[in-house]
């Protein structure tokens, strides 16, 4: 740990156990980070030549990538849409007024995203297998950003498969990476964010990522922004369960369609 985080564990009268946890904690999630960062740069490296005919308007590299079901790719490729990273520094490189360029990048990121997610939904399984990795770094800890990640992956895809997923984890009260800070700060919880716990459960995450996917159509309003509190999560823990949403929870592959109804 820090110097500054023994600090603390000093004057908190930490135990050597807890300071070790927290500790290890830590370690691994810079591991998981670094292990992360290196699957991306080799993401990127494999997508270069799909990514830029993309920019070109091209899709059928794309395709191909979709018909062999090579997921790491299609969900990476939706990744770099959704964050309209795709074609930003060409356009903005062919375009230099902001007024022009911003458009130009918004609406071709949003005919990718728009293309891919179809392509994803389409393939069964695709979002089992996103909640199977979720379940699995539940079980270990330092997998907090990925599991998030894998929720917003859910989210954007937005498939009925998908949504059956994210209400597979509403329940779920696991928060493995919030055990550091709740180690290093339990002594000082009347400066902690009431909603941190909340925020960093699965449930939390699977909250959140309902709310963003219904859209106007969400039980429970994120007022919070990306934080959600208690309330917010219990309220849409009670629709999933209800006949509202009977409809997702008991969607089934071969008589349902892939996408929920247009909004």
Same mark, same amino acid.
């Not at 740069?41 to 494999?46: C, F, H, I, R, T």
């Not at 996103?130 to 079980?139: P, V, Y």
């Not at 917003?152 to 055990?179: C, T, W, Y």
């Given at each position: 740990?820090?110097?500054?985080? %023994? /600090?603390?564990?000093? *004057? ?8 070790? $946890?927290?500790?290890?904690?830590? @370690? ?29 308007? $091209? ?13 790491? *790719? ?28 911003? +458009? &130009?990048? @918004? ?29 699995? =770094? !539940?079980?270990?800890?330092? %997998? ?11 989210? =954007?895809?937005? !498939? ?6 994210? /209400? ?19 002594? =000082?919880?009347? %400066?902690?964010? +009431? ?8 449930? !939390? &995450?699977?909250?959140?990522?309902? /709310? ?6 969400? +039980? ?10 208690? +309330?917010?999560? !219990? ?19 071969? @008589?349902?369609?892939? =996408?929920?109804?247009?909004?």
């Amino acid at each position: 740990m820090s110097a500054l985080s %023994y /600090g603390f564990a000093g *004057v908190l009268g930490l135990s050597e156990s807890e300071e070790n $946890e927290g500790s290890r904690i830590m @370690t691994r999630m810079h591991e998981i980070e670094r292990e992360a960062e290196t699957k991306k740069a080799e993401l990127e490296k494999k997508t270069e030549v799909i990514v830029y005919a993309l920019y070109q308007g $091209e899709f059928r590299f794309l395709d191909a990538a979709a018909a062999q079901k090579d997921m790491d *790719v299609l969900w990476y490729v939706l990744m770099e849409a959704k964050a309209k990273h795709i074609g930003s520094s060409e356009i903005r490189r062919d375009h230099p007024d902001e007024l022009v360029s911003a +458009p &130009l990048i @918004t609406e071709l990121n949003e005919k990718i995203a728009t293309h891919v997610r179809l392509k994803i939904a389409a393939i069964p399984g695709h979002a089992r297998v996103l909640g199977n990795r979720f379940e699995r =770094m !539940s079980q270990d800890v330092g %997998y907090f950003f990925e599991r998030r990640k894998i929720m917003r992956g859910l989210q =954007m895809v937005g !498939s009925m498969e998908a949504i059956q997923q994210i /209400g597979r984890f509403l329940q779920d009260k696991r928060a493995p990476d919030a055990l550091a800070a709740q180690l290093a700060f339990e002594k =000082m919880t009347d %400066y902690l964010d +009431p909603a941190a716990e909340s925020r960093e459960s699965n449930a !939390s &995450l699977a909250a959140h990522a309902m /709310g963003r996917v219904l859209g106007e159509d969400s +039980p429970a309003r994120m007022y919070h922004g990306k934080i959600v509190v208690e +309330p917010e999560i !219990s309220v849409v823990q009670t629709w999933w369960k209800s006949d509202a949403a009977k409809f997702y929870r008991e969607w089934n592959p071969e @008589t349902g369609p892939m =996408m929920p109804p247009t909004r």
